[in-house]
């Protein structure tokens, strides 16, 4: 597969885990995304590891600081040869520009994308923080600036795709997690869409932990999930 759309979610406390999982995977069929928990734990050398067995890696640790910091960072985690990784968009325009520079362009640079609003805020969060407009609004709003700022794409909610989609462009990667296959346990995700709709939500890469990591030979869930994917790409 030239362009694997699932990123398997590697949400596990330890890099033992992680590679266990990873060896019931296949490289050509997903990527795998490392975030926080796994990265305090595991450090480096799991992604090191991971992008070494062939796994393009999203790097999921949301920086958000000043841009000089951010910028450190982003080229840090470029170095250790991640496929992705993000930032907040709520970090501002400086810092999402020197997070773009940090990063040298080419086909091996790792793509740079962002959070908008993360989907556990609500319009009372946003209240709070004095925070204008409704939710929909500041994805909208952050997934401009985000565009503007010449990144390559957003973490956003299934439900939210069409519209960035339609603001923002065909070349804009929208990843987005919350996917669940018809026939799978919703966990503690409230808002689900499946593969299918995700992609026809306009959805380019698809986050999706649990349905597959916890699926007793998840080398055929991910089979399943890819074949799903594969006809909603051909039928639009
Ligand atoms: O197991 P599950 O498919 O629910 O895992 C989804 C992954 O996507 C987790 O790593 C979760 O932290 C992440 N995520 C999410 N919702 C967001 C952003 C990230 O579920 N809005």
Redesign the pocket.
Known sequence: MADPKIIV?L?FADAKAALELAQKLDPAQCRV?V?KELFTAAGPALVEALASRGFGVFL?LKFHDIPNTVAAACRAAARLGVWMLNVHASGGRAMLTAARDAIAAGPDAPRLIA?TL???MAQSDLDDLGIAGTPDDVVLRLAALTHACGLDGV?C?AREAAAVRAQSGDEFALVT????PADAAA???QRVATPAGAIRSGATYL?????I?RAPDPLAALAGINAEVAAALRTG
């Not at 997690?177 to 669940?180: A, K, S, V």
């Not at 986050?207 to 349905?211: C, K, M, N, S």
């Open positions: 979610a949400d995304k975030g999921d959070v993360l989907t556990s973490v909610s997690p919350g996917i669940r966990d503690d995700q986050v999706i932990g649990r349905p990591t």
